[in-house]
T-cell receptor, first 117, second 109 residues
Framework: GAVVSQHPSWVICKSGTSVKIECRSL??????MFWYRQFPKQSLMLMAT?????????EQGVEKDKFLINHASLTLSTLTVTSAHPEDSSFYIC?????????????FGEGSWLTVV | GQNIDQPTEMTATEGAIVQINCTYQ??????LFWYQQHAGEAPTFLSY??LDGLEEKGRFSSFLSRSKGYSYLLLKELQMKDSASYLC??????????WGAGTKLIIKP
């Protein structure tokens, strides 16, 4: 079945630095990828939707200059948290949809725990 | 506005059956998903319904009624590992996913 891989699983960075999270679709072409963040005991919050080759669409309240999203190919999207602060510490999850034998199914990556110290 | 409603928390006994309901009001409908999410992990796909009726997959089944804006996830022969949050999500007319807040399922021995 379709698999989405996310890396790194865990990352600790210093306040003020930037960190990049990768999301790859391993056996299908992901025309659309979604980035979410989730705080403990809360539901998923959609941050942005990215379509291959075009600019990401950000949800209201999400700073596009802080959360840079690149979807340069049909198998890779990246989220870069720039000038990270402790309040950016969260669980970041990507998901991908595209043409696969799973049809309309949207698959999630394993998620990335970001801790900013 | 668009809205997905599901119970916040449910408790069930190991070996029993539990039904988690989801009602939705969305602008259009292009499918309903159920996901399982264990604490600290990403969601895992369980089922996808786009037509009315029951979809059975092992111990898990999902039902959809589009006219009622209603779905349920049925879990049989509950196991302790089924303790998790169960998320209902609907794809609207713009193919945007609208998420429910999730139902935390607690399984007791």
């Amino acid at each position: 079945g379709a698999v989405v891989s996310q890396h790194p699983s865990w990352v600790i960075c210093k306040s003020g630095t930037s960190v990049k999270i990768e999301c790859r679709s391993l056996d299908f072409q992901a025309t659309t990828m979604f980035w979410y963040r989730q705080f403990p005991k809360q539901s998923l919050m959609l941050m942005a939707t990215s379509n291959e080759g075009s600019k990401a669409t950000y949800e209201q309240g999400v700073e596009k200059d802080k959360f840079l999203i690149n979807h340069a190919s049909l198998t890779l999207s990246t989220l870069t948290v720039t000038s990270a602060h402790p309040e950016d510490s969260s669980f970041y999850i990507c998901s991908a949809s595209g043409d696969s034998d799973s049809g309309n199914t949207i698959y999630f990556g394993e998620g990335s725990w970001l801790t900013v110290v | 506005g668009q809205n997905i409603d599901q119970p916040t928390e449910m408790t069930a006994t190991e070996g029993a059956i539990v039904q988690i309901n989801c009602t939705y009001q969305t602008s259009g409908f292009n499918g309903l998903f159920w996901y399982q999410q264990h604490a600290g992990e990403a969601p895992t796909f369980l089922s996808y319904n786009v037509l009315d009726g029951l979809e059975e997959k092992g111990r898990f089944s999902s039902f959809l009624s589009r006219s009622k804006g209603y779905s349920y996830l049925l879990l049989k022969e509950l196991q302790m590992k089924d303790s998790a949050s169960y998320l209902c999500a609907v794809k609207d007319s713009n193919y945007q996913l609208i998420w429910g807040a999730g139902t935390k399922l607690i399984i007791k021995p």
